[in-house]
């Protein structure tokens, strides 16, 4: 069997949800172990593809929400929800929930999430989300598509939201990657994106999407590979997928006029097949020499 088939069966299989023996033992074994190897979760997560049904519990381990010694999982879990328990009584007694954002878990979260860090005044109680913590309900709003136990989302979205705090301060040199790859893959659309003022000084576009990860972008169910790959350390990753993004829709910036249409023009980009997602993971490895992790 050539080596482009069996890159292409690989490819196949992993889509519709099947992994090699190999991985799997590998996996297995590693969540097996009485303490799991932190070092090695990173590195599966970095390099493979992680089956969905473990995808909680990798994140956990890898986060710091669950203990890596296997004997005080339970306790701590115990823990966790009854932090969740508190705080959700809290908000409920303190009537920081009207009526709408009652129904909508991605608020809920949020003023959980204001209380537990001493942030939840009155001024805000019952307004809407402040514009600094925008990113914080995107990565709500996605996690909750993800995972079903709503306790282990708000774990979950906080944790990942420190990640994203590390791209922030990175942005900088996301955004010089960004301009580098695209000179040397498409300089006509490089240009073209340089006109539309994408990569000025005061645009903050592609500082929000790198910031957030594409949450709110990309579909949640193809989109979460890439926080994969985030969560095992991979800043840059967020990068390859801009420029995959952009090198598909390529004839449609061309008819744009200004970076609001642009935005928009991305944000109804959902890639549900996973199509750009799938070639910015494969771009992201080739590119990579060595791993760097990021926490």
């Avoid at 995959?244 to 449609?252: F, P, Q, R, T």
Wanted: proline share 1%; aromatic share 10%.
């Amino acid at each position: 069997m050539t080596t482009d088939e069996r890159n292409f069966r690989s490819s196949y299989y992993e889509k519709v949800g099947c992994f090699s023996v190999e991985e799997k033992k590998s996996l297995n074994k590693l969540l097996q172990d009485d303490i799991r190897n932190l070092t090695k979760l990173k590195h599966f997560v970095y390099n493979y593809t992680v089956p969905a049904q473990q995808r909680n519990l990798l994140w956990s381990l890898i986060m710091g929400i669950m203990p890596l010694h296997k004997s005080n999982t339970e306790y701590v879990r115990e823990q966790r929800q009854q932090v969740y328990e508190d705080l959700l009584r809290a908000v409920t007694v303190m009537r920081c929930l009207d009526v709408d954002s009652s129904k909508s878990k991605d608020i809920v979260l949020y003023k959980m999430w204001l209380l537990e860090n001493n942030r939840l005044w009155h001024s805000n109680v019952r307004s809407g989300v402040q514009a600094d913590d925008n990113h914080f309900v995107e990565i709500v709003r996605t996690l909750l598509k993800i995972f079903d136990d709503d306790v282990e989302t708000y774990w979950m979205a906080k944790e990942f939201y420190q990640y994203t705090r590390e791209l922030k301060k990175e942005c900088a040199k996301l955004k010089e990657l960004t301009q580098t790859l695209l000179k040397r893959e498409d300089k006509e659309l490089f240009y073209r994106l340089e006109n539309l003022g994408l990569f000025a000084g005061h645009s903050n576009l592609l500082d929000n999407w790198y910031t957030t990860c594409f949450a709110g972008v990309i579909c949640e169910t193809v989109l979460v590979k890439v926080w994969d790959k985030v969560c095992g350390g991979a800043k840059k990753i967020v990068v390859f997928l801009f420029v995959e993004l952009v090198k598909d829709i390529k004839s449609l910036i061309f008819d744009l006029h200004s970076l609001d249409e642009l935005k928009a023009l991305i944000e109804t980009v959902k890639d549900l097949d996973g199509v750009i997602v799938n070639k910015a993971i494969k771009s992201w490895h080739s590119n990579n020499s060595e791993v760097e992790y990021a926490h």
